[in-house]
């Protein structure tokens, strides 16, 4: 079940602290678990982990495709890795190496992206993922996940213990605002209503999940009723729930830290296409550039992702429908 | 096995090789040809697997990384009984369960899948760590080709496992001497292999690598040393023990049918009776 919590308020830990906790949680109680990093252990908040569980925690350096490989070694040896680098080189510089020791014989490999799209700040463009999603998503069987908060980062990683399969997971490693109550339970695969709507549909996921919330607020005050969808499986998708929400409100806004190439607005555009499902539909996200240095907020408005364009957007599909 | 039914088993790894290639019209003889012998030493002798249980739990594992010279270990493989001989008149044609290159989903057996060199190595050190943290004794062999060695993963994958002293891995190098588009020398000069991997922390020796007695002694003085991985250099020759690829300079890719692989397969019989096996006269 979930609910929204009952205050929207930047949550004091760091997803990261999220992810190690919780990672030494399960690894306590499944003694398969292990984490494969990359000289960012710290980085990537898995010191408790490594401190817990030493012999679990496989650091191999600076050493991404090794690392990436062995993770593969290593579930055929009945493990159940989970590799952890930043998002750029836990899918972009080790492209080949999950397709081959991950993917393509099946196996059981939990891939873990720190620093998804402009969370990335001050390391700027080269660690910046606009495309991670994009190439991520033509690998057969992989499943795409982005947390919108850490009560759903704890929730699906917990289920990624348990599932069999090679899955993507990128998140924002810094703090991020609390959307769910805590324990809220997400089935992987089936997109989250966050507010009902009836003059059109945002989807969206990560962190743009609270800025679709701030948009569809403002919205309201101009007496435009907007449903938010947050899509944090990207893929498989939530076919059903993007259907649905066309017909019943008509308009459909894609809103997400990513490239508009490949990623939700792509993947939600080829369901309405494939159904032949022919309604407004205007997308958020980062056009034909490359990422920079700053902060959030900066890169936020430097991209166009905040809720201000998101509302743009939603206004502007409205208008279409005539 | 005794080293003269070693010797005939790696006979046998060649001659169903090539078989298996002729039927199929082409294929990486070169490379399969020179690890007949430390396949035939490693399912022949010293690894414990059960063609009826290949997926048993305390089982030693292999990762073929040069994983394009699968014919000879799918050779293998089926006479050792894992799958019907039949499968070998069947690779890479549609539908087959012998792809080119080794693959763990298809074949009973192939303990890993492989083909993007370098990787292989990386997949067997997580295997032999994984089998470490669940407190195995088991062992993890691992075939990496001299041409493969130009890969930077490789060299990833030594620093790792000298790093957690991964004293139940045993890695073998092909030293073929050759690569696709030439000699090794021509491609990328290795300078030294046997002191790269003495350097990368390896325990590391070079042996007749179409020996079998050499090779399977080699292995038995790897297991006597603890703390450090081990490496087997195999100094061979790209096509040796097959006369069709011997007669080419350059074999990695041969294209030849069923008259003149038999051919070839009369005179490694006759190489064994004339105890010339598996090199005849063959001049370095």
Request: net charge negative; aromatic share 8%.
């Amino acid at each position: 079940m979930v609910k929204l919590a009952k205050e929207h308020n930047v949550n004091p830990k760091e997803m990261r602290a999220i992810y190690g906790e919780t990672l030494t949680e399960i690894a306590a109680e499944n003694e398969k678990v292990v984490a494969i990093n990359c000289d960012l252990c710290s980085s990537m908040g898995l010191k408790p982990f490594a401190k817990a569980f030493p012999e679990r925690a496989i650091n191999v350096g600076i050493q991404e495709a090794n690392g990436c490989s062995m993770a593969g070694g290593m579930s055929a040896a009945g493990m159940v890795p989970f590799f952890n680098t930043f998002s750029v080189f836990a899918t972009r510089r080790v492209y080949d190496q999950i397709f081959m020791c991950a993917s393509y014989p099946h196996l059981n490999v939990k891939i873990i992206g720190g620093d998804a799209g402009v969370s990335a700040t001050s390391n700027g463009g080269t660690h910046m993922p606009f495309e991670d999603i994009g190439i991520m998503r033509v690998m057969p069987e992989i499943t795409i996940l982005e947390p919108s908060d850490s009560v759903m980062f704890k929730d699906l990683l917990r289920q990624l213990a348990d599932i069999y399969g090679v899955q993507y997971l990128r998140f924002c490693r810094k703090n991020t605002v609390d959307i769910y109550e805590e324990g809220s339970h997400f089935t992987i695969g089936k997109a989250n209503v966050v507010k009902e709507g009836a003059d059109a549909t945002i989807i969206t996921c990560g962190i743009l999940v609270w800025e679709a919330m701030k948009a569809a607020e403002a919205l309201a005050k101009e007496g435009i009723n907007v449903k938010v969808v947050d899509m944090f499986t990207i893929k498989p998708i939530d076919a059903e729930c993007i259907l649905e929400s066309a017909k019943q409100t008509g308009a459909i806004v894609t809103a997400e830290n990513h490239h508009l190439i490949g990623g939700l607005a792509s993947a939600v555009s080829e369901v309405l296409a494939e159904n032949g499902v022919s309604v407004p539909f205007e997308k958020i996200g980062v056009g034909e550039e490359f990422g920079e240095v700053g902060d959030v907020p900066y890169l936020m408005e430097r991209f166009r992702l905040t809720d201000k364009y998101i509302a743009q957007a939603v206004r502007a599909a409205v208008a279409k429908k005539g | 096995m005794q080293i003269e039914e070693l010797r005939k088993f790696s006979a046998d790894i060649r001659i169903w090789t090539i078989r298996t290639i002729a039927e199929a019209g082409f294929g990486h003889i070169g490379g399969s040809a020179s690890i007949a012998d430390v396949l035939a030493v490693l399912y022949g002798d010293v690894m414990n697997v059960d063609p009826k249980n290949p997926k048993k739990e305390d089982r030693d594992w292999f990762v073929l990384s040069k994983g394009h010279c699968a014919p000879a270990l799918y050779a293998a493989l089926a006479l050792k009984g894992f799958f019907p001989m039949d499968w070998l008149k069947t690779l890479n044609k549609g539908g087959t369960n012998l792809p080119s290159h080794a693959d763990m989903q298809r074949v009973p057996g192939v303990d890993m899948s492989t083909g993007s060199l370098g990787q292989g190595i990386s997949a067997a050190v997580g295997i032999a760590m994984a089998n470490r943290i669940q407190k195995k004794d088991n062992w993890t062999y691992c075939i990496i080709g001299d041409g493969e060695s130009n890969e930077g993963q490789v060299w990833e994958a030594c620093q790792t496992a000298n790093h957690f002293k991964l004293d139940r891995f045993v890695l073998f190098v092909d030293w073929n001497k050759k690569q696709l588009d030439g000699t090794l020398e021509y491609v990328c000069d290795p300078v030294s292999l046997e002191n790269k991997f003495k350097a990368f922390g390896f325990e590391t020796e070079t042996v007749k690598g179409y020996d079998v007695k050499e090779i399977r002694d080699a292995i038995l003085r790897a297991k006597e040393v603890s703390g450090k991985p081990h490496c087997i250099i195999l100094d061979t020759y790209k096509g040796l023990g097959v006369p069709l690829a011997e007669a080419e300079e350059f074999n990695h890719y041969l294209t030849f049918d069923h008259v003149k692989g038999e051919e070839s397969i009369e005179e490694i019989k006759n190489r064994l009776e004339n105890g010339t096996y598996p090199g005849g006269d063959f001049k370095w």
